[in-house]
């Protein structure tokens, strides 16, 4: 029997078509999206012309009113209700964040019904009191609310807010061309609630393992382990494979040696003998350190204990070679470090067609006012999946340099654009106790560190679902400041993203970039001191601290987080009516004799000189006696100032 090539073309034609219609037959339900939310074996995945898009409460001005005032909030009214987002499908809302949930109700109108299909408090998305909104999958911490229970359509979805004011809101989505989706209905059998709490699991393990993601092309690992001792200007190779396969975690455990002031140790990684290496960064930068310390513990990479940990699948074609660069520096006297690393891995090859490489961007910049900082900007096929960034104002005081907005331009459209820094990290309200005040870590994001005196912040955030993909190119960076970059800032991070296309070019960390910054002046606002009342006085919080006393008492401040050194100690307080005295003295030492705030009308005075302190850790405190002054019972302090004093 004759076969022409025509036929074969045919029958080809024929094959494919069969196989697309039967997966477009296939149901996709939410469960399908749930899934991927410990799936990380899929990550390297690509999706076709599936765009992550957003509806976020941003200044379409460009100015900084995100959410307060509402006039971005929603795309219109329907009688007393906003219409806060309206997708057209099929596709599935992966995100909700805000920091400002009310107990409003919301309402789910898929695929053109007239009745809701899922009527909820906005509180409750986040409250873990209605099912299947449970934690940690939806939860609130350092500031923000977030959800990422997937809500499927298979037509369109418009969500509703029954308010008169909605204020920061971004609701996350994307298309799924090609698939037969059902629409979220509500109804759960058993196996859905056994998958959610597989899930729930997965993001609560505050120990994560690479066994909790040996699935799929990531399963049937083995293990390399290497103990060597690495000396300044020496580079050790670790992990060395001449043959397809692909890395399923690591682990690298330095003791405390990659902590301190001076980050000179490197990691290195290279795919298929490629010009650029894919990873290479600092040590502490690449794990999340935040300036000197572990800080970041998610569930995908970050430290616990001694041991630095990645568990994001890395595939490649013929070859990969894994590094320690110890850089040797002048100036500095350098201990050898003692590494022991594991690396697990298979021999399952990258499918060329659909998976893309891991590559990682490290960037640290002075970034210059006016210019956005650059997470990532990469040519060819793939998607977005992480962001560490730490964030050093270059300028004393608080830090509004987090009031930047981020921004997404995928295949030269704009898709997504945030409303403030903290904002993209899922959290909010930044110098505001037990909000995003400190360093805290959840399963996909978190904050790094926070600390007004040394003004400075940081965050994480991973993108499973979500993550942002692109047929032809990628831009996404952040602003730094209120409007226009306006904000001096020194930015540190690494960009995470796959690819079809190898790095074009990388930064080598010179050793000036490889030290971390310290200010020389350092100031300690109201809200976040931490103090210690003594004897007879009451102490509130205005907009400064108020001690109230009768028959005198002290206030103890402790000045945490700044170096060791000799500092100049100003103070800025209100002389008022009813000022009282007060007296400053470190410990059993006296820093100033007593000084009235007694005035007939109230004055600021600010940057008051009150003496020269040293700063131990054993000796980081001052303490304000304060004492009636003729029916002047309150002394009001407002900043505390500590500029270092030259050697």
């Given at each position: 029997?004759?076969?022409?090539?025509?036929k074969?073309?045919?029958?080809?034609?024929?094959?494919?078509?069969?196989?697309?219609?039967?997966?477009a037959?296939?149901p996709?339900?939410w469960?399908d999206?749930?899934?991927?939310?410990?799936?990380?074996?899929?990550?390297?995945?690509?999706?076709?012309?599936?765009?992550?898009?957003q509806f976020?409460?941003y200044?379409?001005t460009w100015g900084?009113?995100?959410?307060?005032a509402?006039?971005?909030?929603?795309l219109r009214?329907?009688?007393?209700r906003?219409?806060?987002?309206e997708?057209?499908?099929?596709?599935?809302?992966?995100?909700i964040?805000t920091p400002?949930p009310?107990?409003?109700m919301?309402?789910?109108?898929?695929?053109?019904?007239k009745e809701p299909?899922?009527k909820i408090?906005?509180?409750?998305?986040?409250s873990?009191k209605?099912?299947?909104?449970?934690?940690?999958?939806c939860?609130?911490?350092?500031?923000g609310f977030?959800c990422y229970?997937?809500?499927?359509?298979?037509?369109s979805?418009?969500?509703?807010?029954?308010?008169?004011?909605?204020?920061?809101i971004?609701?996350q989505?994307?298309?799924l061309?090609?698939?037969?989706?059902e629409?979220?209905?509500g109804?759960?059998?058993?196996q859905?609630?056994?998958?959610?709490?597989e899930?729930?699991?997965?993001w609560a393990?505050?120990?994560?393992a690479v066994?909790?993601y040996?699935f799929?092309?990531?399963?049937?690992?083995q293990?390399?382990?290497?103990?060597?001792?690495?000396?300044p200007?020496?580079?050790?190779?670790?992990?060395?494979?001449e043959?397809?396969?692909?890395?399923?975690?690591?682990?690298?455990?330095?003791?405390?040696s990659?902590?301190?002031?001076?980050k000179?140790?490197?990691?290195?990684?290279?795919?298929?003998?490629e010009?650029v290496?894919?990873i290479?960064a600092?040590v502490?930068?690449?794990?999340?350190?935040?300036?000197?310390?572990?800080?970041?513990?998610?569930?995908?990479?970050?430290?616990?204990g001694t041991?630095?940990?990645?568990?994001?699948?890395m595939?490649?074609?013929?070859?990969?070679?894994?590094?320690?660069?110890?850089?040797?520096?002048?100036?500095?006297?350098?201990?050898?470090?003692?590494v022991?690393v594991k690396?697990?891995?298979?021999?399952?090859?990258?499918n060329?067609k659909q998976?893309?490489?891991?590559?990682?961007t490290w960037?640290r910049e002075?970034?210059?006012?006016?210019?956005?900082?650059?997470?990532?900007?990469?040519k060819?096929?793939?998607?977005?999946i992480?962001?560490?960034?730490?964030?050093?104002?270059?300028?004393?005081g608080?830090?509004?340099?987090?009031?930047g907005?981020?921004?997404?331009?995928v295949d030269k459209?704009?898709?997504l654009?945030g409303?403030?820094?903290?904002?993209?990290y899922n959290?909010?309200?930044?110098?505001?106790l037990?909000?995003w005040d400190r360093?805290?870590?959840?399963?996909?994001?978190g904050c790094?560190?926070?600390?007004l005196?040394?003004?400075?912040?940081?965050?994480?955030?991973f993108?499973l679902?979500d993550?942002?993909?692109?047929?032809?190119?990628?831009?996404h960076?952040?602003?730094?400041g209120?409007?226009k970059?306006n904000?001096?800032?020194?930015?540190?991070?690494?960009g995470?993203?796959?690819?079809?296309?190898?790095?074009q070019?990388?930064e080598?960390?010179?050793?000036?970039?490889?030290?971390v910054?310290?200010?020389?002046?350092?100031?300690?606002?109201p809200q976040?001191m931490?103090?210690?009342?003594?004897?007879g006085i009451?102490?509130?919080?205005?907009?400064?601290?108020?001690?109230?006393?009768c028959?005198g008492?002290?206030?103890?401040?402790?000045?945490t987080d700044?170096?060791e050194?000799?500092?100049?100690?100003?103070i800025?307080?209100?002389?008022?009516?009813?000022g009282?005295?007060?007296q400053?003295?470190?410990?059993q030492?006296?820093?100033?004799?007593w000084?009235?705030?007694?005035?007939?009308k109230?004055?600021?005075?600010t940057?008051?000189?009150v003496?020269?302190i040293?700063?131990t850790e054993?000796?980081?405190?001052?303490?304000?006696?304060?004492?009636?002054?003729q029916?002047?019972d309150?002394?009001?302090?407002?900043?505390i100032i500590l500029?270092?004093?030259?050697?």
């Amino acid at each position: 029997m004759e076969i022409t090539l025509k036929k074969v073309s045919v029958f080809l034609s024929a094959v494919l078509w069969a196989g697309s219609y039967v997966m477009a037959q296939n149901p996709y339900r939410w469960t399908d999206e749930l899934e991927l939310l410990k799936r990380v074996d899929k990550l390297p995945e690509y999706r076709t012309g599936s765009y992550v898009e957003q509806f976020s409460s941003y200044d379409r001005t460009w100015g900084n009113d995100d959410g307060f005032a509402g006039t971005y909030s929603f795309l219109r009214k329907e009688d007393d209700r906003l219409v806060i987002a309206e997708m057209e499908g099929p596709g599935v809302i992966n995100r909700i964040w805000t920091p400002t949930p009310t107990d409003n109700m919301l309402y789910f109108y898929f695929d053109g019904q007239k009745e809701p299909g899922l009527k909820i408090k906005f509180s409750d998305l986040f409250s873990g009191k209605v099912y299947p909104f449970t934690k940690p999958v939806c939860g609130n911490e350092i500031g923000g609310f977030y959800c990422y229970l997937p809500i499927t359509y298979k037509k369109s979805c418009k969500i509703v807010f029954d308010g008169p004011k909605l204020e920061f809101i971004q609701i996350q989505y994307r298309n799924l061309p090609g698939k037969k989706v059902e629409t979220y209905t509500g109804e759960f059998s058993q196996q859905d609630k056994e998958l959610l709490a597989e899930v729930n699991k997965v993001w609560a393990d505050l120990t994560p393992a690479v066994t909790n993601y040996t699935f799929g092309k990531s399963a049937v690992t083995q293990t390399m382990e290497k103990t060597f001792t690495i000396n300044p200007g020496e580079e050790v190779s670790f992990f060395e494979m001449e043959e397809p396969g692909r890395i399923v975690g690591m682990t690298i455990d330095g003791g405390s040696s990659f902590e301190g002031l001076y980050k000179d140790v490197l990691l290195s990684a290279r795919w298929d003998n490629e010009k650029v290496e894919a990873i290479y960064a600092p040590v502490a930068d690449f794990f999340g350190y935040a300036y000197g310390k572990g800080a970041m513990r998610s569930i995908l990479m970050g430290k616990q204990g001694t041991s630095n940990y990645c568990y994001l699948p890395m595939p490649f074609d013929e070859s990969a070679s894994m590094k320690i660069i110890y850089k040797k520096r002048e100036d500095v006297q350098q201990s050898p470090v003692s590494v022991n690393v594991k690396v697990y891995y298979n021999s399952n090859k990258r499918n060329a067609k659909q998976e893309g490489k891991f590559y990682s961007t490290w960037r640290r910049e002075k970034t210059p006012l006016g210019t956005f900082h650059k997470f990532a900007a990469q040519k060819g096929k793939g998607h977005y999946i992480g962001t560490i960034h730490q964030a050093q104002g270059l300028r004393p005081g608080m830090t509004l340099f987090f009031e930047g907005d981020d921004t997404t331009y995928v295949d030269k459209k704009a898709r997504l654009h945030g409303t403030g820094s903290e904002d993209y990290y899922n959290g909010g309200w930044y110098a505001c106790l037990d909000r995003w005040d400190r360093g805290n870590s959840l399963p996909l994001h978190g904050c790094l560190d926070y600390s007004l005196p040394m003004a400075r912040t940081g965050g994480y955030r991973f993108f499973l679902v979500d993550k942002m993909s692109y047929e032809k190119e990628i831009y996404h960076g952040m602003e730094h400041g209120e409007v226009k970059n306006n904000f001096p800032v020194d930015y540190i991070s690494i960009g995470l993203f796959y690819s079809d296309r190898p790095l074009q070019n990388r930064e080598e960390p010179s050793a000036e970039q490889r030290v971390v910054y310290l200010p020389t002046e350092h100031i300690y606002f109201p809200q976040l001191m931490e103090m210690t009342v003594g004897g007879g006085i009451q102490v509130s919080n205005d907009r400064g601290i108020r001690m109230n006393t009768c028959h005198g008492g002290v206030v103890r401040i402790n000045l945490t987080d700044v170096p060791e050194g000799r500092y100049r100690l100003l103070i800025n307080y209100f002389e008022k009516p009813n000022g009282a005295d007060f007296q400053i003295w470190q410990r059993q030492k006296q820093l100033s004799d007593w000084i009235s705030t007694k005035n007939g009308k109230e004055v600021e005075k600010t940057r008051v000189h009150v003496g020269d302190i040293n700063l131990t850790e054993q000796t980081n405190t001052i303490t304000f006696h304060v004492r009636n002054n003729q029916g002047g019972d309150q002394f009001e302090l407002g900043l505390i100032i500590l500029e270092r004093i030259k050697e």
